[in-house]
């Protein structure tokens, strides 16, 4: 759940749109900018007014504000009208109290609501200029993603890409986290837990921020959505940092009518290997000839 990085990209459409008072949708040609206060928010890359915005949900979770998988965006894949965005969370908008001392687990689980109501700010900003609107979330970014649809609705954004998460943490594994210990699943089913808590403060902290999340069943919290056609989900089979979906958690998939894509791999080669093709599914967006 902690210090795993991403990559992402996006369909390509040929008008942008802004939306008005009513509900009709004005075309216009007058370019859109993104505003100040958003700006303080994210990384970006592309044009302004771009009428798809590919937004990814930072994973980790980290203390800094990642650049490497906008830029890894524009290096792979066509971004033709393309705009993609990395969007602050909230220790990464206030990294210092992390750094010294430890921080409660309740104090934990609000600086996710905080992080999932910064993610919120900026998808609907875009969303409410007419554009087509994607979140990628991978790792940690997973569970923030699941966290908005589940609080915000699905239609929040237009498509979701969701790689190597959990909808149902073991509960073993999220309390250890919630303590500032740390783990993983061999063969992406047993947990093996420290029985200690990590020796540097931040990844304590970090820990419990994962725990925030990972202690939700979102098996329930997303239950009471009838369809949820609009995610693709992808997860492995051996997958060591967050483990593999169970049955239970494959039949709620199911159930809703996601995409599920299946990989045999481990954390980091499910993400690597099932990116283009998890692009192309949930966005239809290819790599560059």
């Known amino acids: 759940m902690k210090h795993y990085r991403m990559y992402t990209t996006v369909l390509i459409l040929s008008l942008f749109f802004i939306s008005c008072d009513s509900d009709d949708v004005i075309v216009t040609d007058e370019p859109l900018e993104i505003s100040e206060e958003i700006k303080d928010l994210i990384y970006f890359k592309g044009e302004e007014d771009a009428p798809v915005v590919l937004i990814n949900v930072q994973s980790g979770p980290d203390t800094e504000l990642s650049t490497g998988e906008v830029d890894e965006v524009f290096q792979n894949f066509d971004t033709t009208d393309l705009l993609a965005v990395n969007v602050h969370q909230a220790q990464t908008l206030n990294s210092d109290q992390f750094e010294s001392n430890d921080i409660t687990f309740d104090q934990a689980i609000n600086l996710d609501v905080e992080s999932v109501e910064i993610l919120y700010k900026v998808v609907k900003y875009f969303k409410d ?161």
Do not use: C
């Open 129 to 289: 200029q007419g554009r087509t609107v994607y979140v990628l979330g991978i790792s940690f970014g997973a569970f923030v993603t699941q966290d908005l649809i589940a609080k915000k609705g699905i239609d929040v954004a237009d498509n979701y890409l969701i790689i190597a998460g959990r909808l149902d943490m073991d509960a073993i594994v999220w309390e250890a986290f919630s303590e500032g210990r740390a783990g993983y699943f061999e063969n992406g089913i047993n947990p093996i837990l420290d029985q200690e808590p990590e020796a540097d403060v931040i990844d304590r902290n970090l820990n419990r921020l994962a725990a925030g999340f990972a202690m939700n069943r979102y098996t329930e919290l997303l239950a009471s959505f009838d369809d949820l056609s609009s995610i693709t989900y992808v997860y492995g089979e051996t997958d060591q940092a967050v483990g593999r979906l169970t049955s239970a958690e494959i039949e709620f998939l199911q159930s809703k009518n996601t995409n599920i894509i299946t990989g045999s791999g481990d954390h980091d080669e499910t993400i690597n290997d099932f990116i283009p093709q998890g692009f192309e599914e949930a966005f239809g967006i290819q790599l560059q000839n």
